[in-house]
């Protein structure tokens, strides 16, 4: 990878930025809803199905707002869900080859893969972080002193957004840092 890693990186991210929160709706187990590429697949894709769809439905991409663009993306289930997210920046940055529609948030930040990371000095680019008893993960941008840089794609934050907390803060709520082994 040509340049400085964590700058390519930001850049690879900025791609993400805006995506709607996409995944498969579940019930006992099994898909009821399947979402395209079951909200795991990585902006090129998702930008080419959006372009494609928006040819088919005869409209103008060019011609939307920003949110009259997220909405068509949403309502034609386009998008990424937090895991999806996590394994495409994993597989950037490291050049690993996770399969994001074979993971969940879950399964990133538990053993076998991964191990919790206990001193957190050494939160590093490509960590994460644990959230919703393993139902939700943030991916580390950075860590500066005590402030932890993420990206992460949620419901409620409406898809990919950019955050930042302090890991002495009481209030943020998660259940652990997280590196996968074959990273460490």
Do not use: W
Not at 45 to 66: G, V
Not at 142 to 148: P, R
């Amino acid at each position: 990878m040509a340049g400085n890693k964590l700058d390519l990186l930001k850049q690879e991210i900025q791609y993400y930025i805006g995506l709607p929160y996409s995944k498969n709706i579940l019930k006992n187990g099994k898909i009821i809803k399947e979402q395209f590429l079951g909200g795991k697949g990585n902006y090129r894709q998702i930008a080419t199905e959006t372009i494609r769809l928006a040819q088919q439905q005869k409209i103008d991409l060019l011609k939307l707002s920003n949110q009259e663009f997220y909405n068509f993306q949403k309502k034609n289930h386009l998008g990424i869900d937090c895991s999806g997210l996590a394994c495409q920046l994993l597989n950037f940055y490291f050049q690993a080859d996770l399969n994001p529609r074979k993971t969940s948030a879950d399964m990133l930040t538990s053993a076998p893969i991964s191990q919790k990371i206990t001193d957190l000095d050494k939160i590093q680019t490509g960590d994460l972080v644990r959230q919703n008893n393993g139902h939700h993960v943030l991916f580390v941008i950075e860590k500066q002193n005590n402030t932890i840089y993420y990206v992460d794609s949620s419901l409620k934050g409406r898809g990919v957004k950019y955050g930042k907390f302090d890991i002495t803060d009481k209030n943020f709520i998660h259940q652990g840092f997280y590196r996968l082994l074959f990273l460490d």
